[in-house]
């Protein structure tokens, strides 16, 4: 909504009164125990982390799950339309005058004012098959860049969060209930030392960058395809140093961006622009990172 200011980001004891300061400030170092989060968006978002996860979860391996293919022969499952449906609305509820962009019911995000990114499940084709790394993946954005970024995956019980200023977080066990814990990224500084991932070997193949690609992994100590979300999330967490998506869509990567940025990353597309819509993304601890764009540089 033009001219509405997000509530301020931080941490303050259970019980004590907040006003709506915009003071950027995260929670203590040693993780949030009874304090609580107080940025009103973020609330909203994780809440909205749990309304997904309700509803995916019990459809997770589930006999009767539903499963069709768009037009672009990507697969859709029941779960995921549910599970975006009701994210809508409880937006429509919460935030009526924000736009939304869900990756099964469409929409756009606004280059000004704010508008909510939604991808019910990331890794589809996982959730279809009984493979656990899947996530709902919400982002915020105003004027057209993330501001508040959840990615949730229950069935690997990890959720991670960042918001604006306030650092990039991570907890077990499915939720912010769970004690969290604040996540960096690495600091591997060499090119040669650094744990690659990338989501599907034969998208860089179709997009004629397969040799950039291979460029990039002889020059890397070691390469792994742990795909989606969750290589971003590693990423994040200092897990791994660098992961590459040849393709995806802006609901693949808003959420994603801001996380590895407050995790004290980089995020930016395979041409170095900061965005998460431009068609492909890199995730870096931001030590590596301009030498592993020179490898897609023509």
């Known amino acids: 909504m033009p001219g509405r200011r997000r509530a301020g980001c931080r941490a303050v004891p259970a019980g004590a009164r907040t006003s709506p300061r915009r003071d950027r400030r995260g929670p203590p170092a040693g993780g949030l125990g009874s304090w609580l989060i107080v940025d009103a968006d973020l609330q909203l978002a994780l809440r909205l982390a749990d309304i997904a996860d309700a509803i995916t979860l019990p459809r997770f ?12 022969r990507t697969p859709v499952t029941d779960a995921d339309t549910a599970a975006e449906d009701a994210l809508r609305a409880a937006l429509a509820g919460e935030r009526p005058d924000d736009a939304v962009l869900g990756e099964e019911r469409g929409g756009a ?24 790394a899947w996530a709902s993946l919400i982002a915020l954005t105003e004027h057209g860049k993330p501001v508040v970024g959840v990615v949730s995956a229950p069935a690997l019980g990890r959720r991670w969060w960042a918001a604006a200023g306030a650092g990039a977080w991570a907890a077990d066990s499915g939720g912010a209930g769970a004690e969290p814990r604040r996540i960096v990224v690495s600091g591997v500084a060499d090119l040669a030392d650094v744990y690659v991932s990338t989501t599907n070997l034969n998208t860089f193949r179709e997009n004629g960058t397969l040799g950039q690609w291979l460029e990039l992994t002889d020059r890397c100590w070691e390469t792994r395809a742990f795909g989606d979300f969750w290589q971003h999330c590693l990423v994040a967490e200092g897990v791994l140093d660098l992961a590459v998506d040849p393709a995806a869509s802006t609901w693949d990567l808003a959420a994603i961006q801001v996380i590895v940025e407050e995790a004290g990353g980089r995020f930016t597309d395979l041409a170095g622009t900061p965005t998460f819509a431009g068609g492909n993304g890199m995730s870096s601890n931001g030590l590596v990172h301009d030498a592993a764009l020179s490898c897609f540089r023509p």
């Open 109 to 132: 995000v606004p280059a000004s004012g704010r508008g909510w990114v939604l991808d019910p499940i990331d890794g589809t084709k996982n959730f279809s098959r009984g493979m656990p």
């Open 61 to 72: 391996r589930a006999a009767d799950l539903r499963v069709t293919s768009k037009p672009d």
